[in-house]
């Protein structure tokens, strides 16, 4: 069987996540969701980044110890994805021992194949960025990106040989096309690798992270320690042996992602954890933001490569939503709560409007009149409509019973293209496309209905009970919208979870629609008999105070 093993950026816990945080984790949660539908074996590892300056400071300034700090946001993640139907199989973080034991050990091999040597450093750091910055990337001494002073520091550091990699790795990026994804990503590597300097990798005024296990009075580096987790979550290093750190808590989501809990790995877990790394790594698909890009592209290969280790399939950069057309920042005021959005709004209208208006690879932005507009238009308008209609006559001809009936040859020729498209676009990572392409199936379903006329057949049909014609082309009409339905729901499940289970129940389908695979989209499966159960739209129009209630349904 094949797998996938798709990661995304592990957040900062400084703050509680944004519309920005979450678009990368409904991108994610769509590949993983597809990749299942498509049979592969898929695991999906998601997490939060706690070590650092950042966290310290904000600890700090919220006056809490730094755990219980990253206790307290690291539950309002976890409750966030929850509650945007992010199927993640496992939520790694990096204060939990299983990780720290990891990264120890990394550390320490990293430094017995000679990658690790220690020097004096001086440079300019921006702890918004976590990185060192040079004179040239400041204005007014400060960060572009974060807009905040950078600080002047001075000390003795352990570096690590990005020299020792990056002739290895500019190779790999020019011979694997498809390593560094969208293209204009790979160009701009290309372009900053031959001057990419070793990167110290230890911090000497930093408290909040894993010690060096060879120098007590350094931490490890948090981008060292946070690009680890894509391994350490699959049991990397685990080992069985006992570890020397006192254990962590760790809060972690049960595999049904439906409780946290506050637990500490075991030693079984770390032995099925073993496995896990054989059966995953290299990784298929790992998302990142574009701010993050040389860490993943350049840092992130070089520790692998003097791990000893595979490269992943894919690195694919994201664009960033913008909030009207702003930076999101707490002082512009425009920060975007994606649980106010979904207080409000169904959560697949939230899902739905961040994959179709955003080009995958580009900037999007948020605006709340887009959105309206967007949901309206495609998932009250076109989608529920269909579905609406389609079994509002089936229950008023046919007691709403699935009839015998033919699906109309332009609509079959449809789906099959459409299934074609679907597929080759989430190969090149065009979700947007891939939504498209279904809609070009809904639009035509319901110009299929316009046209046809069933609910005109159906009065035909009243009028002259005896002619078997008629009420075959009603039949036929029926069968050919329910089919075109169950067939949008399985295509669409990846992407819209929560409307199309409702679609599926409404339809009376017995199979669960997480259990369906690519293979039962294939034609003519919806079987003749099903008791279908109307319940009214799946989707009312967002901008009317009915919102509400399609949530309910
Ligand atoms: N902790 C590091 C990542 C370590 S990965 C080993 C980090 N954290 S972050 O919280 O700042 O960002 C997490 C992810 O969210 C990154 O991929 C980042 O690019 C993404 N985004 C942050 N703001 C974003 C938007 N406004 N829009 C889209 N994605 C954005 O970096």
Known sequence: ?????????????????????????IAADVFARFYRLKGYDTYFVTGVDEHGTKIEKAAKAANIAPQEFCDNITAKFIDTWK?????????????????????????????????????????????????????????????????????????????????????RIKQHILDNPGFIQPEGRRQEVLHLIDDFKDVSVTRQSVEWGIKVPIDDTQTIYVWLDALSNYITALGYLSGNE????????????????????????????????????????????????????????????????????????????????????????KSLGNVVDPNELVEKYPVDA???????????????????????????????????NTLNRTLAILNKNLQGIVPEGEVDSNIIALIEKVVNDVDNSMKKFAIQDALISIWELVNAVNKYI??????????????????????????????????????IAILLSPY????????????????PL??????????????????TNHKGPVFLRVGSELADKSKKL
């Open 350 to 384: 939230v899902r739905y409007y961040l994959l179709r208006e955003v080009v995958f690879g580009a900037d999007g932005d948020f605006t709340l009149e887009a959105f309206e507009q967007r949901v309206d238009a495609d998932l009250a308008n076109n989608l529920g």
């Open 450 to 487: 316009d046209n046809q006329k069933p609910w005109a057949i159906a009065k035909l049909v009243k009028e002259n009970p005896d002619d078997k014609n008629t009420f075959k082309s009603l039949c036929d009409v029926l069968y050919t919208s329910l089919e075109s339905l169950r067939v």
């Open 496 to 511: 819209l979870p929560d409307i199309t289970s409702k679609i599926w129940e409404q339809l009376g389908i017995i199979q």
């Open 1 to 25: 069987m094949n797998k996938f093993y798709i990661t995304t950026a592990i957040d900062y816990v400084n703050s509680v996540p944004h519309l920005g945080h979450a678009y990368e984790k």
């Open 242 to 329: 006992e570890s020397k750190l006192s254990p962590t808590l760790s809060l972690t989501m049960d595999s049904t992602h439906s409780t946290s809990s506050v637990t500490t790995s075991s030693p079984t877990e770390e032995r099925e954890n073993d496995g896990k790394f054989s059966r995953y790594w290299p990784a298929n698909l790992q998302l990142i933001g574009k701010d993050i890009l040389r860490f993943h592209t350049i840092i992130w290969p070089s520790m692998l490569l003097g791990l000893g280790l595979t490269l992943p399939e894919t690195i694919y950069i994201h664009g960033f939503i913008y909030s009207r057309s702003l930076k999101m920042s």
């Open 83 to 167: 509650t945007l139907n992010i199927s993640y199989d496992d939520f790694i973080r990096t204060t939990q021992e299983r990780h720290i034991k990891a990264v120890t050990k990394i550390f320490e091999k990293l430094y017995a194949n000679g990658d690790i040597y220690k020097d004096s450093y001086k440079g300019w750091y921006c702890s918004g960025c976590e990185a060192f910055l040079q004179e040239k990337d400041l204005v007014d001494g400060e960060c572009v990106i974060h807009q905040r002073k950078a600080e002047w520091i001075a000390e003795e550091n352990y570096f690590f040989k990005i020299a020792k990699y990056k002739g």
């Open 514 to 531: 997480q259990s369906c695979k690519w293979d039962n989209i294939k034609s003519n499966q919806l079987k003749t008999g099903t008791k």
